[in-house]
């Protein structure tokens, strides 16, 4: 991951892990290219795009949330669970594709386990960005967040 500097604001957290959203809205995108032109590669980006989200989930709940939760801080405790139950469906979702995919079955049997996972992993992405955040940057300390900060990007590699 880029280092990312250090903000007085605090800011940079929130910064980077839009960033990432980005960039696995950018991957959705091309696996659903790929189905209509090569049923193949999209069996290999959507394993590059499971590690990238298990990794972001990782940052999220390991570090920031974890911290931000903390003592359940968030009073609205609906996001939280409603955040936590999406992580853990997702990767539910991600590991059993991962499955399929590398058993090479046939593109049709998996696409559409992939659609629903995505039916609830972009909206996820959504809600984080507009609702969990913004709380972020209200609750913590600059200094807080770039400890967060710090401490994503020194997350240890873990087996998945
Ligand atoms: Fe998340
Ligand atoms: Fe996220």
Known sequence: MAKI???E???AVNDLLTAEHARLRKSVAEIQAAFEKS???????????KDAVRLHFRRE??????????????????LMHDIRNDHAAVVFALESLAIKIRKQVP????????????????PHLDQEEKELFPEGAR?????????????????PEQQQ
């Open 5 to 7: 500097k250090k903000q």
């Open 9 to 11: 604001t605090g800011m």
């Open 39 to 49: 049923p193949s590669a999209a069996g290999d980006i959507f394993l590059r795009f």
């Open 61 to 78: 709940d390991e570090v920031y949330f974890k911290i931000l939760d903390d003592g359940k801080r968030i009073s609205n405790r609906e």
């Open 107 to 122: 593109v049709a049997e998996w696409k559409p386990k992939f659609d629903h996972m995505i039916s609830f992993f972009l």
């Open 139 to 155: 609750i913590l300390a600059a200094e807080q967040m770039n400890q967060i900060l710090e401490d994503m990007q020194n997350l």
